[in-house]
């Protein structure tokens, strides 16, 4: 057994401020009304993380990359056979992440063009029109069960390799390390990347908030009534 360095600190900041950011928003959908604002807000904000995360996927560190743990059905079968080594996202493991990210980039995206028939509108709904936004809202609440599923599905599997497997997956996404007796210490994804990927997050998320979007035009001004001679 031997100490690595498994998680780059990006990748554990996008976890858990994704975690956060996935709850704040699905509080604030329940609750509704004013809360829809801050909703509209966190859905921006994981906008941003999934396009840093996925950036960070090509130009972050060895286990943070797409290419490291995304494999194909061979890989797959030796896990669930239990003849797979190594540390990370196991090829399994590898598709849920990949559904979350897909999921959740569904979401973040139909939401800029969304309503909520009351006050609501997401930042990019005036490129669209009532129509098509409410054919967008639709697909944005049709995917919230998909995304409950999933959460719970990683729950699980956290658990199930805690009490059954004797591994403890959440102490290595907190402080980075694992002691293990297959891998390497990560390489790579440094300070020049992690600068690349954070300044396009936040180019994207700019846009998305509707800044490049025509400043709504003035209201006319009311005539002043003409003042009677007498």
């Given at each position: 057994?031997?100490?690595?360095?498994?998680?780059?600190?990006?990748?554990?900041?996008?976890?858990?401020?994704?975690?956060?950011?996935?709850?704040?928003?699905?509080?604030?959908?329940?609750?509704?009304?004013?809360?829809?604002?801050?909703?509209?807000?966190?859905?921006?904000?994981?906008?941003?993380?999934?396009?840093?995360?996925?950036?960070w996927g090509f130009a972050g560190s060895t286990y943070a990359r797409f290419f490291h743990f995304v494999r194909g059905p061979a890989a797959i079968m030796a896990y669930v056979k239990g003849q797979w080594r190594g540390v990370g996202h196991n090829p399994l493991g590898a598709l849920s992440v990949l559904a979350l990210l897909t999921v959740l980039s569904v979401l973040a995206a139909t939401g800029l063009f969304a309503n909520d028939d009351i006050a609501f509108e997401g930042p990019l709904y005036a490129l669209v029109g009532a129509d098509l936004s409410s054919r967008l809202t639709g697909i944005h609440k049709f995917m919230e069960p998909f995304l409950i599923f999933l959460v719970l599905a990683h729950i699980g599997a956290i658990v199930y390799y805690v009490r059954v497997k004797k591994d403890n997956l959440v102490q290595p996404m907190v402080t980075g390390w694992k002691d293990t007796d297959a891998g390497e210490s990560a390489k790579g994804g440094g300070p020049i990347a992690f600068i690349v990927a954070l300044v396009i997050a936040v180019v994207t998320v700019w846009a998305a908030s509707g800044a490049l979007l025509p400043p709504p035009p003035l209201p006319s001004a009311t005539p002043a009534q003409a003042t009677p001679s007498w």
């Open positions: 057994m031997k100490r690595i360095k498994l998680w780059d600190l990006p990748t554990r900041v996008f976890h858990w401020l994704l975690a956060a950011c996935v709850i704040g928003a699905f509080v604030t959908q329940k609750v509704g009304g004013n809360a829809m604002t801050w909703h509209g807000r966190i859905g921006l904000a994981v906008l941003g993380l999934l396009v840093f995360r996925i950036v």
